[in-house]
Each structure stands twice: as C-alpha cells, then as structure tokens.
T-cell receptor, first 109, second 115 residues
Framework: AQRVTQPEKLLSVFKGAPVELKCNYS??????LFWYVQYSRQRLQLLLR??SRESIKGFTADLNKGETSFHLKKPFAQEEDSAMYYC???????????FGSGTRLQVQP | GAGVSQSPSNKVTEKGKDVELRCDPI?????LYWYRQRLGQGLEFLIY????????KSGLPSDRFSAERTGESVSTLTIQRTQQEDSAVYLC?????????????FGPGTRLTVT
C-alpha cells in the first residue's frame, strides 16, 4: 500500500521567512514524488517533481529515501506563495497519483 | 490552448438520483484520470483511461460508480443512486500518455452536493 502524509493542515509565516512544507510517504518500492499547488480560484497544477531536480518559483524539494520524506522548501516566502500545496506519489507500474491531504500556506505581509 | 474542461461546475442532487459528470481532456491527450476530493481531504484516485479502455478501476468506491470514454476524448463519470457521502469535488486530469514521465493537467472540477 502507498500513503502520503502531510502533517500540517496550515502553515502561517511572514513574508521573507523560510518555509518548509513537510511530506512523508510510505511505499516499499522506488516512487516518483511530486508537489502540486492550487492558488485561490485556480486549478491544481504541478509545481515540481523529484526526478527533475529543479527549482520552481524558488521552491526545491529533495527526496530522502532514508527518511521517506519529500519536504518542500523555500528560503524566503512571498505573499504570492499563499496557496494549498499537495504532495503526491506515483508507485512503480502505476499511473494514478496518491495525494496527501494538503497544507495551506499563508504568507503574511 | 484550451485546458481540461469539466461540466457542470456545480451539481446539487437529491439522494437516490443518478448524476453524470463530464470531462473534456486536452486535445491529443490519450490518458484521462478521475479523482475525488472530499472536504478537507486529499485527492482520491477513482479510475484512469488509456485511450478508450480503463486498465485501472481500482479506486471506484462501489458498483454505483462507473465511467466511460469515447473517441479517445470526452469521458463521463456516472454515479447511480447517489448518497450523501458522494458529496465531493470530482476532478478530471489528462496527460499525453499514461507513461510515467508525462504531467497530468487538471480540470476545474465539478462540485457535487447530495442533499
């Protein structure tokens, strides 16, 4: 079975502060991990995936297989980062994604 | 170009009635996915199509739920004899192919309320 856990429902930070959105997963094989974002009144969209090892909008995420984590980080939060963030996993041989319950990020001015 | 579209955007129905939800994927996308999101929860996978066939229906919660896809395009998710626990946002996504490296693009969702 595969599971994605996002322990925080809400994370509130001030503009310019560092951000870390936590994601832990449970999967016995080698998963693909993703972060999706949903801004207010917009549809869900891909933010980044671990295989790309890229930085998008200043966000990065490193897959830590030892800790089974894929935390999303940004050194300096901006107000426009306020959104719902979902961590997702795709298992070997599967096509569908398994999502966490999401974390709402609020960046205050 | 146009993204994934879904209709209706909102649906209120009485318990026991049947509903049909529609998804129009991005043109040329051969893979199509249905997910459900209950209030305060993450997305749950329901079913995916590769072309017009559905290799994975493992997420359908009961035999009241069914889906079809025609012409490698539009898909319809049907819920028969709706129950209050079916209330959720139903999201559709499409991708170029179901292969691992292709991004899933999501529609705006249909909010279903069963009274």
């Amino acid at each position: 079975a595969q599971r994605v856990t996002q322990p925080e429902k809400l994370l509130s930070v001030f503009k310019g502060a560092p951000v870390e959105l936590k994601c832990n997963y449970s999967y016995s094989g080698s998963p693909e991990l993703f972060w999706y974002v949903q801004y207010s009144r917009q549809r869900l969209q891909l933010l980044l995936r671990h295989i790309s090892r890229e930085s998008i909008k200043g966000f990065t995420a490193d897959l830590n297989k030892g800790e089974t984590s894929f935390h999303l980080k940004k050194p300096f939060a901006q107000e426009e980062d306020s959104a719902m963030y979902y961590c997702a996993l795709r298992g070997t041989g599967r096509r569908a994604l398994t999502f966490g319950s999401g974390t709402r990020l609020q960046v205050q001015p | 170009g146009a993204g994934v579209s879904q209709s209706p955007s909102n649906k209120v129905t009485e318990k026991g009635k049947d509903v049909e939800l529609r998804c129009d994927p991005i043109s040329g996308h051969t893979a199509l996915y249905w997910y459900r999101q209950r209030l305060g929860q993450g997305l749950e996978f329901l079913i995916y199509f590769q072309g017009n066939s559905a290799p994975d229906k493992s997420g359908l919660p009961s035999d009241r739920f069914s889906a079809e896809r025609t012409g490698e395009s539009v898909s319809t998710l049907t819920i028969q004899r709706t129950q209050q626990e079916d209330s959720a946002v139903y999201l559709c996504a499409s991708s170029l192919d179901s292969a691992r490296n292709y991004e899933q693009y999501f529609g705006p969702g249909t909010r279903l309320t069963v009274t």
